[in-house]
């Protein structure tokens, strides 16, 4: 009686033990994969906007130095001299310019992408070192508000940065006023 008691016993035992079924297999897999393929998306995704971030800041800083550029233009023909600063703030036109960091007065390149020089670690208009970068960067001068004789007392500033991510056009846009001092 023992030995049919221990034989019984083995049988339910392998019985219960038999291993997985192939549902169970393949429901375990595919769990796994969604998990997977979750955290493949997030940092797909994060990877993505880290790309998204860093472009914009670029952008963002391009377009605060076409605003320094413009102001540093205004500050070089500020002097002494005031008929020197009225004339120069008189002949200011409303229209599209390009600056650089180094510009003295408005160019006209403004149609044609930016070059980054890796030595220098700036973007210029000038191709030669250089390598050519998305950015674009268009100054928009508008005459504003002139006193009661006349003069041009205030001149909006627009710089916009524009370029591509993926084929999409991208821009970004600063705004600022600058005002004659001598008025």
């Known amino acids: 009686m023992r030995h049919r008691e221990i034989k019984k016993l083995k049988k339910n035992i392998f019985k219960n033990n038999a291993g997985f079924s192939l549902l169970e297999v393949m ?3 595919s769990i796994m994969t969604v998990g997977l393929g979750g955290a493949m998306a997030l940092i797909t995704m ?3 906007a880290g790309v998204v971030s860093s472009d914009r800041l670029v952008a963002a800083n391009l377009a605060q130095e076409g605003i320094e550029v413009v102001r540093s ?3 070089i023909n500020y002097t002494n001299d005031s008929v020197r ?3 120069w ?3 200011i036109s409303n229209g599209t310019y390009s600056v650089q960091f180094d510009s003295q007065d408005f160019g006209s390149s403004y149609g044609t992408p930016l070059y980054y020089h890796t030595s220098a670690g700036r973007y210029d208009y000038n191709a030669a070192g250089g390598i050519a970068s998305p950015y674009k960067r268009s100054i928009i001068l508008t005459r504003g508000q002139t ?3 006349g003069k041009l007392i205030e001149l909006k500033v627009v710089c916009v940065v524009t370029w591509k991510d993926k084929s999409i056009d991208k821009s970004l846009t ?8 001598w008025r």
Not at 174 to 181: A, D, G, K, P, S
């Open 174 to 181: 600063v705004e600022e006023r600058l005002w004659n001092w």
């Open 27 to 29: 429901v375990a897999i």
């Open 46 to 48: 994060s990877m993505n």
């Open 147 to 149: 006193d009661g004789s």
């Open 89 to 91: 703030y008189d002949n």
């Open 73 to 75: 233009i205004r500050d």
């Open 85 to 87: 600063w009225q004339t």
